[in-house]
């Protein structure tokens, strides 16, 4: 996983003032699941990508850092 990944799902979370309980109960993963990913240990796939994106209003690119701006 690219690492501008791993920045932006901790970013788009903190940003919104989740915990990774909380928004691993939003999008139906493990705590941990969000922890692996925010740490580079696994990577995202695009199921869950889509609904993280979903979930925060911003695109996948944007989510997967092929873009700069949310939208």
């Given at each position: 996983?690219?690492?501008?990944?791993?920045?932006?799902?901790?970013?788009?979370?903190?940003?919104?003032?989740l915990s990774q309980q909380v928004?691993?109960?939003q999008i139906g993963v493990f705590r941990n699941t969000i922890s692996n990913?925010?740490?580079?240990y696994s990577q995202i796939s695009l199921e869950n990508a889509k609904k993280v994106a979903e979930y925060f209003g911003v695109t996948i690119d944007y989510l997967l850092g092929s873009e700069s701006d949310q939208t």
């Open positions: 996983m690219r690492k501008q990944t791993q920045n932006r799902i901790r970013e788009l979370r903190k940003k919104s003032r928004l691993a109960d990913w925010e740490t580079g």
